[in-house]
């Protein structure tokens, strides 16, 4: 039998909960630190984020009813389509079946809106009156401008300079949303004016420009400060993504051997491999042999190269501190780095379920990377994002290991979103400009000096 090339559903099953993995970890996640040493309390937290995330952040009940208010919004492009890239898999003449879930249908062109739509909602709820937040790339400043323009909120987005200089149309993006747009370092904040300081020519960094929005919320009561990933609640949202995919691979009668996603701060990771863990955990026979593979660039290698341990989640210390895998606080991805991806920690959950080896990663060069997505694009047509070309690597990668031993391995990635804001990197790519570059051991060790001191 034919399996269809593209598995749909139908608007009324986009999902009714997310799935909280929190339940079914074998040990509990490690609580943030503040500086004391102790666990932050609600109180603290609460100067930043509005009470209904709060919950979501620290909760353990393993379903969490999605609003109908949120799910309606979602219905814009939700249920998103799996897709199998069957030309894909003729070009490399494997006999893997290879699937991609697609998240670049929504209105900013990710999965990011899968999380943006929902804090904007709970902070309205709130009565919180301004968001606040940071961006690199400005995938996630776009899809929280767009989310606050849904639920009339205003936003203010502190932009990691070098990407404010280098994508001037997803900084218009935010504007035609109706947001305001920073480059950072700015001299908004103390820890801007800090850093300009320190170094008037200073790029920024995602680190220094949450510190930046950080600081913005926590000043003002009635602003809230959203973050598009790390977080507890972050991953919680982004778990529509997998749950849709195994109802659709429910539907072709398959199921995926391996998963792989494009780690940054580990959101959609988590949001299309959680779901599959849950059946792990109930002891599904499908998925017992299933593996689930973060892939990040070798330039910023946090899980395959950097520590597990506490770490700020901002470059100036003003976060809690987070058990996580981290290349230091004050890691500065090489200006060189065009694929994303370059936050120096991880989401906590995702860091824990990789030490406990529930979950693997792999890191994969600059311009393979590039390669894959262009063969990518070329087979099926879809110019993905320079992030999501770290997965297409790895997915590639197994269909080459498959065509050489004959498996014919069910593989699923995350196609988190689109690059058609994204040509100024593949430019870079096509002129021979990008080279491939191992973030040096040393640097690491370095950065790992300055890790906060704890009990
Ligand atoms: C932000 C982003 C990522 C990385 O973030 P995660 O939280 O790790 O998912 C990956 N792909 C795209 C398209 C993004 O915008």
Same mark, same amino acid.
């Given at each position: ?7 749909? !559903? ?71 389509? !799996? ?45 919180? +009156? ?105 991953? !919680? ?89 981290? !290349? ?74 498959? +065509? ?44 790992? +000096? ?6």
């Amino acid at each position: 039998m034919m399996t269809p090339l593209r598995i749909d !559903l139908a608007p009324d099953e986009i999902p009714t909960h997310w799935y909280n993995i929190v339940a079914d970890m074998p040990n509990r996640p490690s609580p943030p630190l503040g500086p004391d040493g102790l666990p932050v309390s609600a109180a603290a937290m609460g100067a930043i984020f509005p009470g209904p995330i709060l919950e979501q952040e620290m909760s353990a009940a393993r379903w969490i009813p999605i609003p109908d208010e949120v799910r309606q919004i979602y219905a814009q492009w939700r249920p998103a389509p !799996l897709i199998r890239a069957l030309r894909l898999e003729q070009m490399l003449g494997t006999p893997a079946k290879i699937f991609f879930k697609y998240e670049g249908v929504s209105p900013a062109g990710s999965h990011k809106p899968n999380s943006a739509v929902p804090q904007a909602y709970f902070n309205k709820l709130a009565g919180t +009156k301004r968001l606040t937040t940071e961006t690199g790339a400005g995938q996630w400043g776009s899809s929280i401008a767009y989310a606050g323009q849904m639920f009339g909120l205003p936003v203010r987005v502190f932009m990691v300079k070098v990407s404010y200089q280098q994508k001037p149309f997803r900084r218009s993006t935010m504007q035609t949303w109706g947001a305001e747009v920073f480059a950072s370092p700015s001299d908004l904040t103390q820890a801007g004016r800090a850093a300009l300081a320190a170094d008037p020519a200073c790029q920024g960094s995602l680190g220094l420009a949450i510190s930046e929005a950080v600081e913005e919320a926590a000043a003002d009561p009635q602003t809230c400060y959203t973050l598009g990933s790390v977080l507890n609640h972050v991953l !919680l949202h982004q778990t529509v993504i997998g749950q849709e995919a195994k109802k659709q691979f429910e539907k072709i009668g398959l199921y995926p051997d391996v998963i792989f996603g494009p780690c940054g701060g580990g959101s959609s990771f988590g949001g299309i491999a959680f779901p599959f863990l849950a059946d792990k955990a109930a002891g599904d026979k499908r998925a017992a042999g299933l593996r689930c593979v973060a892939v990040e660039p070798t330039s910023c290698p946090t899980l395959t190269k950097g520590a597990y341990t506490y770490d700020y989640g901002d470059a100036s210390g003003y976060t809690p501190i987070m058990k996580m895998y981290t !290349l230091g606080h004050d890691f500065m991805p090489p200006g060189i780095h065009a694929g994303g991806l370059r936050y120096h920690g991880d989401s906590p959950l995702v860091s824990q379920l990789f030490h406990e080896k529930l979950l693997q990663a792999v890191a994969v060069p600059q311009v393979a990377t590039f390669e894959a997505g262009v063969q990518f694009a070329r087979a099926e047509g879809i110019l993905p994002a320079p992030e999501a070309c770290h997965a297409i690597r790895a997915a590639i990668d197994e269909a080459l290991r498959c +065509k050489a031993t004959g498996e014919a391995k069910t593989i699923l990635f995350c196609l988190t979103g689109h690059g058609h804001f994204d040509m100024a990197s593949y430019d870079r790519y096509f002129s021979g400009q990008l080279e491939d570059y191992d973030y040096p051991a040393e640097a690491i060790a370095e950065s790992l +000096k300055h890790l906060p001191q704890v009990g």
